[in-house]
């Protein structure tokens, strides 16, 4: 008999590398794959993508605006997905309903199939009140705060099975009452075919003319920028020939793009927008550096980026703000750390990857190393079915489901 799941996100498929990774492990291990997602414009209300059945329901776009747009955004999808899932449900008969945050209440739209037998999976890939914190500043003591905890708790509570992102994500959550039995780990990378055609490893012989540097990913003012701008500014001083392009989009781009022409870094730092993985690969294998810039705080704690798994699996040397969550896993010889507040620390970390492009190629050959080891995305392909399997019952324990979980740094 065929297993059948139904991935439920308010998000569009194809087009969520996290959620590529996870189809594929679903569709490797035999599964029968259907989406139930958003309608963006220029896609139909129904398609068969990548072997996978594509609903999408109309709704809310989602945008970073205020607290009621986020709330209308959450529920404009919610509901028509109860609703639509008690058709297919009646229709298709699946055996695992796989629902993504944001928002936590989205478990319920699973609530009729469960009540008919399906296991819930939950991938809370974000949390709430940390992102809350964060964005609007609120305390815990806060109503918004605690009603945020008391639907993270109830979402976990409701379904069989919960993934986090890493030990710190993990953590939070058991922090605030979640059951340890219930909360595995998948790590937050994902897959796109486009990666397959393997690492390109940095001369270590390079004489670097330019010195190009790279950031790339939705651009927001939590990363801190204007510091990464003040470093490049000595860097500058030192080393004129030397390039930082920050590629995607964000609504702060032209706050930034006013920065860099006040520091006079306008042919230095350049924004070439967003750009498909096709043109994006090429571009991030040409540099000699990724930058991953974040600022500490209670967001980041208990977040690793997406970007970092790409720039190991393309062997493209890191340069990243030391956070907690990223320097609790990752060891020391794979990332070139720097404390994001600090400019000197930060423009000394580039000047140091110039000087010496010996340290790019070691950094980036261990980095591949240590990620093929415990990172890959085959790697956490099996770790996630795991989840599944504790999910349906099949096996009692999965938190460390496959290698690379919860790894001690070496």
């Not at 030192?238 to 390039?243: A, C, I, Q």
Request: net charge neutral; charged share 20%.
């Amino acid at each position: 008999m065929t297993k059948r799941v139904c991935i439920v996100s308010q998000r569009n498929y194809p087009g969520d590398a996290r959620l590529s990774n996870q189809v594929l492990a679903f569709q490797n291990a035999g599964w029968e794959v259907e989406f139930v997602g958003t309608r963006p414009a220029n896609k139909p209300a129904y398609s068969f993508e990548e072997n996978v059945r594509c609903y999408r329901l109309p709704s809310l776009e989602r945008m970073r605006a205020s607290k009621i747009r986020y709330v209308f955004e959450y529920v404009s999808f919610l509901l028509p997905a109860m609703f639509f899932l008690i058709y297919l449900h009646l229709k298709r008969h699946y055996a695992v309903i796989f629902i993504t945050n944001l928002p936590d209440p989205l478990v319920l739209a699973g609530l009729f199939p469960k009540l008919m037998g399906a296991k819930l999976l939950f991938d809370l890939r974000e949390v709430t009140p940390e992102m809350l914190e964060d964005r609007f500043g609120y305390g815990p003591d806060h109503p918004l705060m605690k009603i945020s905890v008391w639907l993270e708790q109830f979402a976990i509570r409701f379904v069989d099975q919960a993934l986090s992102t890493n030990d710190q994500m993990r953590n939070a959550v058991l922090s605030r009452g979640a059951d340890p039995n219930k909360v595995g780990i998948m790590l937050n990378l994902g897959w796109v075919p486009i990666w397959k055609s393997g690492p390109q490893l940095p001369d270590p012989n390079d004489k670097h003319e330019p010195f190009r540097l790279v950031m790339h990913g939705t651009i927001l003012k939590r990363y801190g920028l204007e510091y990464l701008f003040e470093a490049m500014k000595l860097v500058v001083e030192k080393v004129p020939d030397v390039e930082l392009e920050i590629i995607g989009k964000g609504e702060i781009v032209p706050t930034l793009q006013q920065q860099v022409k006040e520091l006079g870094l306008e042919k230095t730092i350049t924004f070439p927008g967003f750009m498909w993985y096709t043109e994006l690969v090429p571009r991030l294998r040409r540099a000699h550096a990724g930058i991953i810039f974040l600022l500490n705080n209670v967001e980041t704690r208990v977040s690793h980026t997406h970007k970092m798994y790409e720039y190991f699996s393309l062997g493209v040397p890191i340069i990243a703000s030391r956070t907690e969550a990223v320097a609790a896993f990752v060891p020391e010889n794979c990332i070139y750390f720097v404390e994001s507040e600090n400019v000197e620390n930060v423009a000394n970390a580039i000047l140091d990857l110039y000087e010496h492009p010996e340290k790019c190629y070691n950094l980036a050959k261990t980095a591949l190393d240590w990620y093929t080891d415990n990172c890959s995305s085959e790697v956490q392909q099996a770790a996630f079915m795991s989840n599944v399997d504790k999910a349906l019952g099949l096996r009692p324990h999965a938190f460390n489901g496959a290698q690379g979980l919860s790894v001690a740094r070496s």
